[in-house]
């Protein structure tokens, strides 16, 4: 146990379909990221939040769209998704952004885009 | 941005030491070398992590060369349960949020 929690575990969608990801954090911890992970390719960060404000937002598409409604909580929707979007979604979290910050990973949200 | 090289796969027999080696040949004065691992289906595993000396925790030793071109993760006892991807990654401070992971090394212990 990390300290990250993420649901659901596994989720299967329709490309019209819509979903959300949560991911919660009990560290105390003020910066929270997602990370994309596709088979045989390495993770990928997406998004970055700290103090609940996005900082940054690595060129992903609009069908992604993340929300940051505390410090302990960090949601990404899916909606129109494509099936090359099926991947282990990876949420962390850290104390600040600052480079020398271990960041703590959850368990990770395997998706699957029909 | 840092990049590192490892190698794709590895193997080990249980109970002798795994050294993992990593490449960081562009490395900056200010950039920390961090090891994580990740095991099938679950989320990355922080290990280790050092700027220059050499360091040590109850999971791993990791050795940074003088020039800081290369550096081993050292598993002094391999277990079956240290079967996983290892990541070998340099933090990037300009991008302040950034772990940029590349595709890792693939270490099996054999029984």
């Known amino acids: 146990e990390t300290g990250v929690t993420q649901t659901p575990r596994h989720l299967v969608m329709g490309m019209t379909n819509k979903k959300s990801l949560k991911c919660e954090q009990h560290l105390g911890h003020n910066a929270m990221y997602w990370y994309k992970q596709s088979a045989k390719k390495p993770l990928e960060l997406m998004f970055v939040?700290?103090?609940?404000?996005?900082?940054e937002n690595n060129s992903v598409p609009s069908r992604f769209s993340p929300e940051c409604p505390n410090s302990s909580h960090l949601f990404l929707h899916l909606h129109t998704l494509q099936p090359e979007d099926s991947a282990l979604y990876l949420c962390?979290?850290?104390?600040?952004?600052?480079?020398?910050?271990?960041?703590?990973f959850g368990p990770g949200t395997r998706l699957t885009v029909l | 941005d840092a990049k590192t090289t490892q190698p794709p796969s590895m193997d080990c027999a249980e109970g002798r030491a795994a050294n993992l080696p990593c490449n960081h040949s562009t490395i900056s004065g200010n950039e920390y070398v961090y090891w994580y691992r990740q095991i099938h289906s679950q989320g990355p595993q922080y290990i280790i992590h050092?700027?220059?000396n050499n360091e040590t925790n109850e999971m791993a030793s990791l050795i940074i060369t003088e020039d800081r071109k290369s550096s081993t993760l050292i598993l002094p006892h391999a277990t079956l349960r240290d079967t996983a991807v290892y990541y070998c990654?340099?933090?990037?401070?300009?991008?302040?949020?950034?772990?940029?992971f590349g595709s890792g090394t693939r270490l099996s212990i054999r029984p």
């Open positions: 050092g700027l220059k």
């Open positions: 990654i340099v933090r990037v401070y300009s991008s302040a949020s950034k772990i940029i």
């Open positions: 939040y700290s103090l609940e404000e996005r900082v």
């Open positions: 962390a979290s850290s104390q600040g952004v600052d480079p020398y910050n271990e960041q703590f």
